[in-house]
Antibody, heavy 119, light 109 residues
Framework: QVQLVESGGGVVQPGRSLRLSCAAS????????LHWVRQAPGKGLEWVAV????????YYADSVKGRFTISRDNSKNTMDLQMNSLRAEDTGVYYC????????????WGQGTLVTVSS | QSALTQPPSASGSPGQSVTISCTGS?????????VSWYQQHPGKAPKLIIY???KRPSGVPDRFSGSKSGNTASLTVSGLQAEDEADYYC?????????FGGGTKLTVL
């Protein structure tokens, strides 16, 4: 069965960095694009970034462009999100999700990892 | 990248139908037939229930249906059941990017 497991969340001070990881299993990892989606406490979903199945292209939401970097290692079935210059508004649960079909629907999601940016 | 517009809340009695709207622009909803809908129960990860405007993934009941007209997409839940009470989010492809709606809390009365 498809599984996505996020890790790396925690409490971090504003301006510092944090790296999230997503470990995948149960499918051919190198055939699928992957997304990061976040959800601030009590708020809605916000798309963060996507990386193509082969890692050749990545796209970001304006709110994180230039601060966050998405990457993947198809030999290890993992995807990362490097988050720099963190702000209080980056606080939330970060989900990794598998990209399916055309138009970026996300058919499998992890359980999420909580990032809290606070001094 | 402006968020799609959804009503904050919707409600219906068991057995009734309810429709949730999702309004975007000519750059996202109106430009592509790539609208998705997600159901999220409290404390859980979102679940894909509609993709490409009106297609349902395997295992999603046919009580859930989607449509689109111009810049507005809609999700209809027919024959409401207690377990349908959840938050619903629309999303749209926007040229390599993705934009979500603000979410609609569906209450089953």
């Amino acid at each position: 069965q498809v599984q996505l497991v996020e890790s790396g969340g925690g409490v971090v001070q504003p301006g510092r960095s944090l790296r999230l990881s997503c470990a995948a299993s149960g499918f051919i990892f190198s055939s699928y694009g992957l997304h990061w989606v976040r959800q601030a406490p009590g708020k809605g979903l916000e798309w963060v970034a996507v990386i193509r199945f082969d890692g050749t292209n990545e796209y970001y939401a304006d709110s994180v462009k230039g601060r966050f970097t998405i990457s993947r290692d198809n030999s290890k079935n993992t995807m990362d999100l490097q988050m720099n210059s963190l702000r209080a508004e980056d606080t939330g649960v970060y989900y990794c999700a598998r990209d399916a079909y055309s138009g970026h629907p996300m058919d499998y999601w992890g359980q999420g990892t909580l990032v809290t940016v606070s001094s | 990248q402006s968020a799609l517009t959804q009503p904050p809340s919707a409600s219906g009695s068991p057995g009734q139908s309810v429709t949730i709207s999702c309004t975007g622009s000519s750059s996202d909803v109106g430009a592509y037939n790539y609208v998705s809908w997600y159901q999220q129960h409290p404390g859980k990860a979102p679940k894909l229930i509609i993709y490409e405007v009106s297609k349902r993934p395997s295992g999603v009941p046919d009580r859930f249906s989607g449509s689109k007209s111009g810049n507005t997409a809609s999700l209809t839940v027919s024959g409401l059941q207690a377990e349908d009470e959840a938050d619903y989010y629309c999303s749209s492809y926007a040229g390599n990017l993705v934009v979500f709606g603000g979410g609609t809390k569906l209450t089953v009365l």
